[in-house]
């Protein structure tokens, strides 16, 4: 079974730092390109980051410089550092697998930055 699993999200401080993690079970994670969605209340899901089968790291304009995406193949594991939050990150995150035509899609974690 297809499954991905996201950890590490919760409630910091703006300026603060969090870790998500997201374990690719059922695939092998170094065959997908492995994507950070996020969705804040009223908004549209929104790509953040991904890493490509290739190794290539993408990053929407808002995050560059303060989030960074890793994959451990041994782990079958994507993380998104997140470093520099700012109130505007709150969103629920979503790992996505994705190998067209197969996309896997977690079931994400709450992220709130708030003083």
């Known amino acids: 079974q297809v499954q991905r699993v996201e950890s590490g999200g919760g409630l910091v401080q703006p300026g603060g730092s969090l870790r998500l993690s997201c374990v690719a079970a059922?695939?092998?994670?170094?065959?997908?390109?492995m994507c950070w969605y996020r969705q804040a209340p009223g908004k549209q899901r929104e790509l953040v980051a991904a890493?490509?089968?290739?190794?290539?790291?993408i990053y929407t304009d808002s995050v560059k410089g303060r989030f960074t995406i890793s994959g451990d193949n041994a782990k079958n594991t994507v993380y998104l550092q997140m470093n520099s939050l700012k109130p505007e990150d709150t969103a629920v995150y979503y790992c996505?697998?994705?190998?067209?035509?197969?996309?896997?899609w977690g079931q994400g974690t709450q992220v709130t930055v708030s003083s």
């Open positions: 890493i490509t089968k290739g190794g290539t790291n």
């Open positions: 059922g695939i092998r994670r170094s065959s997908y390109t």
């Open positions: 996505k697998a994705y190998s067209a035509p197969d996309a896997y």
